[in-house]
């Protein structure tokens, strides 16, 4: 019976540990985004000119795809931007936080994946993985230009000082 007893503490503990150490890889294995952008406004100022964009023209589709975190410790939105064309069908994973520095409203974008839906072997989440240079590339000179130009959106490169 003792034996029993220790087997089933054993098996006990092992599970405890094992539980441990998968929320703790889990925590530390998040993948740093690929580029970040900075928008000088609200989150909700960039969602509305992201959807107008993305409404009047019909190679693209916006989605808002999770919404994450809480009032106090603020909100992270994730959405998907796919871009379709004769040539490709690209999909770009956003996540976006809104930022208060001493009294100065900013959106935070984090690109955080890219997909070519036609070619499952160009993109990743990593700015390493194949033709991922090239679709940021597209991605700021063909979408971000056109969506200041038509929207009014203005998103730049994010340049973090904290460092």
């Avoid at 089933?8 to 092992?14: C, E």
């Avoid at 993948?31 to 190679?59: C, R, T």
Wanted: hydrophobic share 40%.
């Amino acid at each position: 019976m003792r034996r029993v007893i220790i087997v089933i503490l054993g098996l006990a503990l092992m599970g405890f540990i094992g539980t441990c150490i998968y929320f703790v890889a889990g925590v530390s294995s998040t993948i740093p985004p690929i580029k970040k952008y900075v928008f000088f406004g609200n989150v909700n100022s960039f969602l509305l000119g992201m959807q107008k964009y993305a409404a009047a023209d019909s190679e693209i589709l916006f989605k808002i795809t999770d919404t994450t975190g809480n009032k106090q410790n603020g909100y992270g939105i994730y959405m998907n931007l796919e871009i379709r064309n004769s040539n490709s069908d690209i999909e770009y994973n956003l996540k976006c936080e809104e930022k208060d520095n001493e009294g100065i409203r900013s959106t935070i974008v984090k690109l955080i994946g890219i997909h070519d839906k036609n070619n499952y072997k160009l993109g990743g989440y990593g700015i390493e993985g194949i033709g991922v240079r090239q679709m940021v590339s597209d991605f700021e000179t063909g979408f971000l230009v056109k969506l200041k130009e038509k929207e009014g959106v203005a998103v730049k490169p994010y340049i973090d000082n904290h460092r």
